[in-house]
């Protein structure tokens, strides 16, 4: 297994080394984890991949191997990087921090803290870029799952980008990051074993080409399995195959088996689906589905919708597992507070010319508050300094963060992966409507109790 503690950038060692040769290596600090804007022009964004954590707490460490490794890096002077002291202590580092996370598949909003991480200043170093990195993409992922998702109207989507994801390891995650976002299932074998996430596919234009015509294709295929019927009918011209999927359907019929449906992949979906709709029917396969794949993605799909196609599943691969129109979650991890000798915490503000880029000093919590069953509002607000909040009485509150590592070691007992899905849907269903759409008419209000704060 390749080290999580080496999936990091060289400056957080370095700075780590910093910090241990300056005696600072063990003054407490926290850090917040974070983004500054929605993706996708959203009005809501879902949290995801707090699985990873579990490994990341029971196996960060440095191996020999690492080491031996660390100890060939040279500086502008071709001398040893680091010192053999340092090397050795990283060798034996066990970690002791704590974090605090807000649960997967929750809605959150930028500037409010998905994680809290406390600990010794060096430790909570060297975790800032994988941290980063096992949290950014999957809540990407989820955030568009779940617009798609809101997008189908309640229609099943199938998560199929494998072929086209980052890597196989962006494979994996997006799969289960789809399925946190609302996703019903996914084509991505591994993931269903790995994480128990349902597994549909049908077959691709290569077995109708394999074939003599596509009569034949089909026939051939419902012999070797019937039970997985759903035909690719445009490898030539679509409704021409929607009828030999017909044929094969009354045979499988016959022999008291199911035809599943047929699956459109090209031309115009919208006309294609309600003509192919109608044919089905008329043939007595009014259960049949209609699966449309294509460059799908939540815009393409209400379109379609508002067109009046005649689809119930979505299968939605390249734009849904790469988030093709943002690859990437501007999460940063930003140092908030430190304590001095005396014990005692000094907040800590990053002041730029850049406005956006100002960090939020203190030690945080997210406190959400409801309405008659709605969310109405958060407040993120420093834990240390108390603040007045005047409740109504039909208001209810909750705060989002909750302890998932404590000295280093993992204590969160997390849902199954379906409750995480479920808490996702409910979510969404608890916000107020207009951010929801696909181009949001409002924002969430987000109150920073703190001194001299100001609404987002």
């Known amino acids: 297994m390749q080290s999580i503690s080496m999936r990091t950038d060289l400056y ?14 063990q003054q407490r600090a926290v850090f917040d984890l974070y983004f500054r804007e929605h993706p996708f022009n959203g009005g809501y964004t879902i949290v995801c991949g707090l699985e990873s954590l579990a490994k990341l707490a029971e196996h960060f460490c440095f191996t020999k191997a690492d080491i031996d490794y660390l100890s060939t890096l040279c500086g502008n002077d071709q001398k040893p990087l680091f010192y053999p002291d340092f ?14 996370a807000i649960p997967e598949g929750t809605a959150v909003f930028p500037k409010e ?22 949290i950014n993409f999957p809540t990407l992922i989820a955030t568009k799952a779940s617009r798609i998702c809101h997008a189908a109207g309640g229609d099943e989507i199938v998560e199929f980008g494998l072929r086209r994801a980052q890597g196989p390891d962006g494979g994996l995650t997006a799969s289960r990051a789809a399925f946190v976002g609302g996703a019903s299932s996914t084509s991505n074998v591994l993931a269903g074993q790995t994480f128990g996430i349902p597994v549909k596919g049908t077959h691709a234009h290569s077995w109708v080409m394999a074939f003599k015509d596509e009569q034949e294709a089909f026939d051939a295929y419902a012999e070797v399995l019937p039970n997985n019927c759903i035909f690719l009918v445009d490898t030539y011209d679509s409704l021409k195959g929607v009828r030999h999927a017909i044929q094969t359907g009354l045979k499988l019929k016959a022999k008291g088996h199911q035809f599943v449906g047929i699956r459109l992949d090209s031309g115009d979906l919208a006309k294609l689906s309600i003509e192919a709709r109608k044919l089905l029917d008329e043939a007595g396969f009014s259960e049949a589905i209609i699966v449309a794949s294509n460059e799908l993605d939540e815009y393409r799909i209400a379109k379609l919708k508002s067109e009046g196609a005649a689809i119930s599943v979505w299968g939605v691969g390249t734009r849904l597992a790469t988030a093709y129109d943002q690859p990437a979650l501007g999460g940063v991890y930003k140092l908030v507070a430190l304590r001095g000798e005396d014990g005692q915490w000094y907040y800590k503000e ?22 008659q069953g709605q969310f109405a509002r958060d407040i993120v607000y420093d834990i240390y300094t108390p603040f007045h909040l005047q409740v109504m009485e039909e208001e ?28 996702t849907i409910s979510q969404i269903k608890l916000l107020p409507r207009e951010i929801t759409t696909l181009t949001p008419i409002g924002h969430y209000p987000v109150i920073l109790s703190l001194p001299g704060a100001s609404l987002l």
């Open 12 to 25: 957080q060692l370095t700075m780590a080394q910093g910090y241990w040769k300056l005696g600072k290596d």
């Open 87 to 100: 090397l050795q202590v990283l060798l034996t580092l066990q970690l002791t921090i704590n974090i605090d």
């Open 113 to 134: 803290p998905l994680l809290r991480v406390e600990g010794p200043l060096w430790e909570c170093q060297l975790l800032e870029t994988v941290l980063l990195n096992l």
């Open 396 to 423: 209810t509150y909750e705060d989002l963060l909750v302890p998932i590592v404590q000295n280093g070691k993992w204590i969160y007992n997390p849902p199954s992966l379906i409750d995480i899905q479920k808490r």
């Open 350 to 371: 990053k002041r730029t010319d850049d406005v956006r880029k100002k960090t939020m000093p203190g030690i945080h919590q997210v406190r959400r508050i409801s309405r």
